[in-house]
């Protein structure tokens, strides 16, 4: 109990709390804006809402203190969430250039084609898939070079040996912009593989 105590301070109590009702933000925004579309679909959006506002509103943060100091050497309230993480990945205490430029791209370039897709499925665009497939892979291009790197060198700034910086901080939340990002991909080459087929029976008649 007195594990679990130390474990779970109020401060990750609180964070894991705000990281749910982003979650729940995207849920319902994806209720909003995603009236007409399908389940699948919708499910899809409560993805891309939730993953815009974890890159604008936890990684967007962590740029811009980066950029104009550490997050390490920082007061602002809106740190707390990477002193936090940092624990389990010293590397974003620092300012590690490789974790900032990454961020860059996630905050500008993910988080913008998060917005394109949410348009595009709700508006039933063309270049819906497209969007989907390129922002998957750069989400997934982001975590491999984030963690890559690190294991090639032995993980020096990755401490493993604590069950909540393993399991919650570096596997669950890094696991989701894998799992899901393929999750989208597979659906993705999905419905262009049976728009090919339905284009080929077309001209074939």
Same mark, same amino acid.
């Given at each position: 109990? *007195?594990?679990? *105590?130390?474990?779970?301070?109020?401060?990750?109590?609180?964070?894991?709390?705000?990281?749910?009702?982003?979650?729940?933000?995207?849920?319902?925004? *994806?209720?909003?804006?995603?009236?007409?579309?399908?389940?699948?679909?919708?499910?899809?959006?409560?993805?891309?809402?939730?993953?815009?506002?974890?890159?604008?509103?936890?990684?967007?943060?962590?740029?811009?203190?980066?950029?104009?100091?550490?997050?390490?050497?920082?007061?602002?309230?809106?740190?707390?969430?990477? +002193?936090?993480?940092?624990?389990?990945?010293?590397?974003?205490?620092?300012?590690?250039?490789?974790?900032?430029?990454?961020?860059?791209?996630?905050?500008?370039?993910?988080?913008?084609?998060?917005?394109?897709?949410?348009?595009?499925?709700?508006?039933?665009?063309?270049?819906?898939?497209?969007?989907?497939?390129?922002?998957?892979?750069?989400?997934?291009?982001?975590?491999?070079?984030?963690?890559?790197?690190?294991?090639?060198?032995?993980?020096?700034?990755?401490?493993?040996?604590?069950?909540?910086?393993?399991?919650?901080?570096?596997?669950?939340?890094?696991?989701?912009?894998?799992?899901?990002?393929?999750?989208?991909?597979?659906?993705?080459?999905?419905?262009?593989?049976?728009?090919?087929?339905?284009?080929?029976?077309? +001209?074939?008649?």
């Amino acid at each position: 109990m *007195a594990e679990s *105590a130390e474990l779970f301070s109020q401060l990750v109590i609180v964070l894991l709390f705000v990281s749910f009702l982003q979650f729940v933000a995207g849920l319902v925004l *994806a209720q909003i804006f995603g009236r007409r579309v399908s389940r699948v679909d919708k499910w899809v959006l409560v993805w891309l809402f939730y993953d815009a506002i974890v890159h604008f509103t936890f990684e967007g943060p962590f740029v811009y203190f980066s950029l104009v100091g550490t997050v390490a050497k920082s007061d602002s309230l809106l740190t707390e969430v990477w +002193k936090e993480y940092g624990k389990a990945d010293s590397r974003w205490l620092h300012s590690d250039p490789t974790i900032v430029s990454l961020e860059i791209l996630t905050v500008v370039l993910d988080g913008l084609l998060c917005l394109v897709a949410v348009y595009a499925i709700c508006k039933d665009k063309h270049y819906r898939h497209i969007v989907q497939i390129t922002l998957c892979v750069c989400e997934l291009y982001g975590g491999w070079m984030t963690f890559c790197p690190e294991w090639l060198t032995g993980s020096p700034s990755l401490d493993t040996s604590n069950a909540l910086y393993l399991w919650i901080y570096l596997i669950f939340f890094n696991g989701l912009w894998v799992v899901v990002p393929g999750l989208l991909m597979l659906q993705s080459w999905g419905e262009l593989r049976d728009l090919h087929r339905g284009t080929r029976k077309t +001209k074939q008649k």
